[in-house]
Structures are given as structure tokens and as C-alpha cells.
């Protein structure tokens, strides 16, 4: 009887033992980010122990994928739950087509002060059951050709005024503003290239004295071609490029001891044989940032435009002492938003 109890006893202690040193990773997911993989798993094993762990991908034609830009627990990591593995994919190939399978490899270390004769046989543990995940839909690759090609709004408020060669302080900026539609072409994953369609609201003021001044509104029509780029990722983009813009109308209000007088664009006299004090056209460049959501389909930025020459109508002032020496460069400065139709 006392030989049986002992029999009993030792089987115990070795499937207890087997139990306590069986390792594997369990409760593996995968999450697809805009440029990353990240696979969380539970590493089961003895508490306390530290395991050496391998993250390879197998493709649907059975060929291994064996990514280099990982960080997270991966190497000698200690067992427990919550375990992360984030693979910087595009760092190690160009894209992914297809399905592929994550496969975690746990091997047994020795620890520090660990004997030899310590470190227990490890049982081979059933396969478990591995995640798939599809590539086309749920990663970059895909909704890079997705959004490749986008269409939506845009709408920015902010203050315009004019960069003037005389007289500088005389100037006030006033409140603008602007909205129209735009076009993306993500050309990379960090590059894109946008053009614009907008109406923009111009406004300044000019201070003759102490009581008298002239409120300007100008009206333009614009298109924008601006190039994005992005050489830290995270969604933030540096912008720039170039504007045209065409002048619809303007309306100009001054405030005079004698009364308030209203001109629009059409109200202004022929003078010097010209009809107009504005050039209608306007070409100048934009410089700003952005923080993109999916490749553009929503973002918040900065934008700054200036002139790269007048638009005021040299020989219209040509003989007037107070004008004819004056040359105005348009400037704005908005906060905007965009978003995909």
C-alpha cells in the first residue's frame, strides 16, 4: 500500500511539474495600424520565468516571413499576460498581398542562478489555434489604393491683411475667411499632392487719422496646388505650394469726418486710361502643417499666403503723390479644416 501511495505521489509531482515549466502563447490578436502590425498574446509558462520568444509570419503559400523591426516583448520576456509586439512593417518590406498567419515561437531559458539539473523537459503543448489576418482589407496596403484618390471640403477662418511698402503701421488686419473643395493624390505613404478650389474672403483696414479710415473686402476666387509631406509619420504633414486667384469683387467703405462713402469694384472711375485700381489676378505661395487622419480624409492645420507681387494697378494711381508709390502684397493666415466627401 505505502509503494502504491508513493507511485501515486511521484506521478503527481511530475505531471504538476510538467504543468508549472509548459509554455506557449495564447490569446494571440492582431491589429493593423496605418504602418504597423501589433500582436498581443498571453505568455503561459511558469510564474516569474523568462521565455525567449521569436514572432515570424507565414504567407498563405507557406513561405515564412521573418520581420527585423520589432520592439515590444519580444526576445527574453517574462511569462504573464498582455504581452505586445509591434512590427514597424514598412521598414521591412514594401507590402504585403495576400493572407498571412502570425506564428510566436516560445523557447525555455536558463535563468541566473538556475542548475542544470533545475531546468525540466518541456512537454510539446497541442498546437494552438493562430489568428489570420487578411492584408487587403484591414492594412495600409490596401487602404493606400483605397485612398489613394480623394475628394472633399475645406474651410478655414482666420485674419487677411496686406504687406505694404509704405506707411506699414497704417494697416489693420481683419477677420477672413475661406471654404471650397479639394482633390488628394496620396502619390506615397508620406507624400501627397492636393489641389484646391476656393472662395476667399479678404479684409483689412487703413487708418488715415485719428477719425477717419477705409474698411476693405476683397472677394477672390482661388485655386491652390500644394504638395504634403511627412518625414516623421504620425499623421503630421508639412505643406506647400502656390495660389492663383482671381478677383470677383471687392467693396470698400470709407469713414470720413463728412460721412461714410461706399465703393464697389465696378463704382471705381477710369483713370490713366485704366479701368480698375486692383489687378484681377493674384499668384503667390502657401506654406503651413497638418495633422491627417487616413491619409487626409480629415485634418486640422495652419496655412499662411502671401503675394509674390502687388495687386494694385501701378498705372491706375500713376500722378496721384499718395498712391502712386504704394504697393500692397495680399496676406492671410487661417486655421482650416478638410474632410472627405
Known amino acids: 500500500m505505502k509503494h502504491l501511495l508513493s507511485c501515486l505521489l511521484m506521478a503527481s509531482l511530475f505531471f504538476i511539474s510538467i504543468q508549472l515549466c509548459a509554455q506557449d502563447a495564447s490569446n494571440i490578436t492582431v491589429s493593423p495600424t496605418e504602418d504597423k502590425l501589433i500582436v498581443t498574446y498571453d505568455l503561459d509558462g511558469k510564474k516569474g520565468k523568462v521565455y525567449f520568444v521569436k514572432l515570424n509570419f507565414k504567407n498563405e503559400d507557406g513561405s515564412i516571413i521573418k520581420p527585423e523591426t520589432l520592439s515590444g516583448d519580444i526576445g527574453k520576456v517574462e511569462s504573464g499576460p498582455g504581452k505586445a509586439v509591434v512590427w514597424d512593417l514598412y521598414k521591412d518590406v514594401n507590402g504585403l498581398k495576400g493572407t498571412i498567419e502570425p506564428m510566436i ?97 479678404q479684409s483689412w483696414e487703413e487708418i488715415f487719422n485719428n477719425t477717419e479710415s477705409s474698411l476693405n473686402r476683397h472677394h477672390w476666387l482661388r485655386g491652390q496646388a500644394l504638395a504634403s509631406i511627412s518625414p516623421i509619420g504620425l499623421g503630421m504633414y508639412f505643406n506647400g505650394g502656390i495660389y492663383g486667384g482671381y478677383l470677383l469683387g471687392s467693396k470698400e467703405k470709407l469713414y470720413l469726418d463728412s460721412g461714410t462713402v461706399e465703393s464697389r469694384l465696378d463704382d471705381y472711375p477710369e483713370q ?18 497638418s495633422i491627417n487622419i487616413n491619409k487626409g480624409r480629415f485634418a486640422l492645420g495652419v496655412q499662411f499666403t502671401q503675394s509674390f507681387d502687388e495687386f494694385t494697378n501701378e498705372p491706375y494711381y500713376a500722378g496721384n503723390p499718395e498712391r502712386e508709390n504704394q504697393s500692397l502684397l495680399n496676406r492671410s493666415f487661417h486655421f482650416y479644416f478638410q474632410k472627405s466627401f
Open 105 to 201: 515561437d516560445v523557447q525555455e531559458t536558463v535563468q541566473p542562478g538556475d542548475k542544470p539539473d533545475q531546468v525540466q523537459p518541456t512537454p510539446t503543448p497541442p498546437a494552438p489555434k493562430r489568428p489570420m489576418i487578411d492584408i487587403l482589407p484591414d492594412t495600409r496596403v490596401q487602404n493606400m489604393k483605397k485612398n489613394k484618390h480623394i475628394f472633399g471640403y475645406k474651410a478655414g477662418l482666420g485674419v487677411s491683411n496686406v504687406d505694404p511698402s509704405q506707411n506699414k503701421n497704417s494697416f489693420k488686419r481683419k477677420f477672413s475667411w475661406e471654404a471650397g473643395s479639394f482633390y488628394r493624390f496620396n502619390a506615397y505613404r508620406r507624400m501627397a499632392l492636393q489641389v484646391e478650389a476656393l472662395y476667399h474672403s
Open 272 to 289: 490713366n486710361g485704366e479701368e480698375l485700381p486692383f489687378n484681377r489676378f493674384d499668384l503667390g505661395y502657401v506654406l503651413g502643417g
